[in-house]
């Protein structure tokens, strides 16, 4: 038995006693939340501009909520349309060879963890819409961790694509789970929105580990031929997934401004003021938990992908402090 199927043997036991699907309590709303404070403002694009500041904690309250709703939203629709259906995908055969039998049958409990996960969502998206009277924005724009995974997907060739989806996945597990391990750290501790990710976090943190131990048995098999292909790929994947991201924040929020109580030229200087903000610094910060990710799976190992990636603007140093705070 090789390290990766003891490691996804031992991965399984543990998912039957400890994941979220498999347990028996599960997170409910509590009646009588703070509708305060659901979310940290600082992480709410606008919430702390001088003018929404100006309209009272109402204007405030009003774009936490749907901050919350869109996160929530991006959970649910992440995890169903795309990791669960890759996870399904390899799990079930693609790719034969690329993944033992034992870590193909340990993506299958991912997938399970994942679709749970967007019910999950879903649900709680619904009783805090009820419970705070406030209405859900639509989405004005596609999922972009489904449409960069479906750009880099049509561009990868029929050999190498089971690989491409298990990196695409792999690395989004771990740059959201970084990330929701700050989001968590920086909340308020009673809120309903954190108490959720708290637990979410318990399965993600598993995923995260997983990923890193088959994507490095799986870069570890291919050859310099197939790797050429990722030189071109990968980059393609970042600028995809990580400037999507980047541009993310700002769309609807003239909407959410405006239904907040600005007018438009009011909403108009939020937007440019916060579009300044986020053009400030090097690239997306998901990109350092990206890049620990490719250095865990000895992916950082290959001269010419790191070439690659710093010739794409990928840093392989440590971000500048001010950045990293």
């Not at 034969?96 to 999950?120: C, F, N, P, W």
């Not at 995974?149 to 970084?178: H, Q, W, Y």
């Amino acid at each position: 038995m090789t390290d990766t199927d003891s490691f996804c043997r031992r991965y399984m036991v543990q998912w039957d006693k400890r994941s979220l699907v498999r347990a028996k309590e599960r997170f409910e709303l509590a009646p009588d939340f703070d509708k305060a404070e659901m979310v940290n403002p600082r992480l709410v694009l606008g919430a702390t501009h001088p003018k929404v500041v100006a309209l009272g904690p109402d204007a405030q309250r009003y774009l936490m909520m749907q901050h919350c709703y869109e996160y929530l939203e991006a959970v649910a629709c992440g995890e169903a349309e795309l990791i669960s259906k890759v996870a399904i995908d390899i799990g079930c055969g693609e790719g034969d060879g690329l993944l033992s039998k034992a870590a193909r049958q340990a993506l299958m409990t991912v997938a399970t963890d994942e679709i749970y996960h967007a019910y999950s969502a879903r649900e709680l998206i619904e009783a805090l819409e009820a419970a705070s009277g406030i209405p859900v924005q639509p989405p004005t724009v596609d999922s972009i961790m489904v449409t960069s995974a479906e750009a880099t997907f049509e561009r990868t060739s029929a050999e190498l694509l089971p690989f491409v989806k298990l990196m695409v996945v792999g690395l989004m597990e771990n740059a959201i789970t970084d990330d929701l391990v700050e989001v968590i750290k920086s909340g308020n501790q009673s809120s309903p929105f954190y108490d959720f990710n708290r637990i979410h976090i318990m399965d993600e943190a598993c995923h995260r580990a997983f990923f890193r131990v088959v994507l490095a048995s799986a870069w570890a098999s291919l050859g310099h031929r197939q790797r050429r292909e990722i030189y071109d790929l990968l980059p393609f994947f970042l600028k995809s997934y990580l400037a999507g991201l980047s541009l993310e924040g700002n769309v609807g929020l003239r909407e959410r401004l405006c239904a907040a109580g600005l007018d438009k030229a009011d909403a108009e200087t939020v937007i440019s003021d916060s579009a300044a903000v986020l053009a400030k610094g090097g690239p997306h910060p998901f990109w350092y938990n990206i890049r620990k990710c490719l250095a865990v799976t000895g992916m950082l190992d290959d001269p010419a992908l790191c070439a690659r990636l710093v010739e794409g603007g990928w840093p392989l140093e440590d971000p500048p402090l001010e950045q990293a705070a």
